[in-house]
T-cell receptor, first 114, second 110 residues
Framework: EAQVTQNPRYLITVTGKKLTVTCSQN?????MSWYRQDPGLGLRQIYY???????DKGDVPEGYKVSRKEKRNFPLILESPSPNQTSLYFC?????????????FGPGTRLTVL | LAKTTQPISMDSYEGQEVNITCSHN???????ITWYQQFPSQGPRFIIQ???TKVTNEVASLFIPADRKSSTLSLPRVSLSDTAVYYC???????????FGKGTMLLVSP
């Protein structure tokens, strides 16, 4: 089954404790991205990757890191999480970059930073 | 990137047709218009995409006037399960950053 998977689905952590949220897709897509969703603010793009070893900032990249060492994986790294990073996170992939390519979203990761 | 404006919320009843309009006055020549649907605590899901005139698929229609400064997503005979947030996106292959905005919360009542 074609899908985007994220792990963990739920995570409660404390300020400053490094964490990684994994994202994997099995559709051989070149483009992958991370979004965060907060009440009243909609979906905002954090980082995206056009292909392996190619990443770039989205609208809200502060406090996050990403890497794209393999085509299928695009982990989101929070080196020193803070309470303002409490949010619902979505990973997405599409065949290529651009709005004319349908994006496929993962199930989401709900992160709470205490 | 073309900025989009949508109503924050809309209400409807089962069986009615719902039209959600998105304004995108600064749309560029190469931009496409795409709509996504999102249920609570789930990732958005692609609904429909178009460039001009009318596009129809099994779940919705998309109407785009000649000047392309707006677009209307039409959902025929909505049911309770159509209660969701609907996002309008405008952009093309040249834009790697995609902006979803705040979307339109559609509430369908019995």
């Amino acid at each position: 089954e074609a899908q985007v998977t994220q792990n963990p689905r739920y995570l409660i952590t404390v300020t400053g404790k490094k964490l990684t949220v994994t994202c994997s897709q099995n559709m051989n897509h070149e483009y992958m991205s991370w979004y965060r969703q907060d009440p009243g603010l909609g979906l905002r793009q954090i980082y995206y990757s056009m292909n392996v070893e190619v990443t770039d900032k989205g609208d809200v990249p502060e406090g996050y890191k990403v890497s794209r060492k393999e085509k299928r994986n695009f982990p989101l790294i929070l080196e020193s999480p803070s309470p303002n990073q409490t949010s619902l996170y979505f990973c997405a992939s599409s065949p290529l970059a651009g709005n004319y390519n349908e994006q496929f979203f993962g199930p989401g990761t709900r992160l709470t930073v205490l | 990137l073309a900025k989009t404006t949508q109503p924050i919320s809309m209400d409807s009843y089962e069986g009615q047709e719902v039209n959600i309009t998105c304004s995108h006055n600064n749309i560029a020549t190469n931009d496409y218009i795409t709509w996504y649907q999102q249920f609570p605590s789930q990732g958005p899901r692609f609904i429909i995409q178009g460039y001009k005139t009318k596009v129809t698929n099994e779940v919705a229609s998309l109407f785009i006037p000649a000047d392309r400064k707006s677009s209307t997503l039409s959902l025929p005979r909505v049911s309770l399960s159509d209660t969701a947030v609907y996002y309008c996106l405008v952009g093309d292959g040249g834009y790697s950053t995609l902006t979803f905005g705040k979307g339109t919360m559609l509430l369908v009542s019995p």
